[in-house]
């Protein structure tokens, strides 16, 4: 569809197969093990696989990683009555990938922000 009818935007690499979509992603079985494979070794081999790469920018943002720490440290208190839920949110946050972590701090900021103690 996009080659018959904006054949313009054919000529940009699509963001997860690194090729423009002048080429069929579908037909031949080989060609979609070859495609696949292909994707699986830029994934591997490229830091900006994804459009939001949060996982290397966090890795590499010294700035970032303290601010996420900063704020998580400042924000856990809301949970010190919920043991539970602030064990599994210490863990997410110590273990877990960059958007993890922000899942847990936009959980104490929204509890911070209502002013609402997590009770047991």
Not at 15 to 28: Q, S
């Amino acid at each position: 569809m996009i080659n018959r009818y904006i054949p313009d935007f054919a000529k940009y690499k699509w963001e997860r197969y690194k090729i423009p979509p002048k080429y069929p992603l579908y037909g031949m079985r080989s060609y979609g093990f070859l495609l696949s494979f292909y994707v699986k070794l830029v994934s591997k081999l490229s830091p900006y696989y994804s459009m939001n790469p949060f996982d290397y920018w966090y890795k590499r943002n010294i700035v970032l990683r303290k601010g996420l720490a900063i704020t998580f440290k400042n924000n856990i208190d809301v949970l010190k009555e919920c043991d539970m839920l602030r064990d599994d949110c210490k863990r997410l946050f110590e273990e877990g990938n960059f958007l993890e972590k922000t899942v847990v701090i936009t959980l104490l900021k929204a509890l911070n922000i209502l002013r609402i103690s997590v009770a047991r």
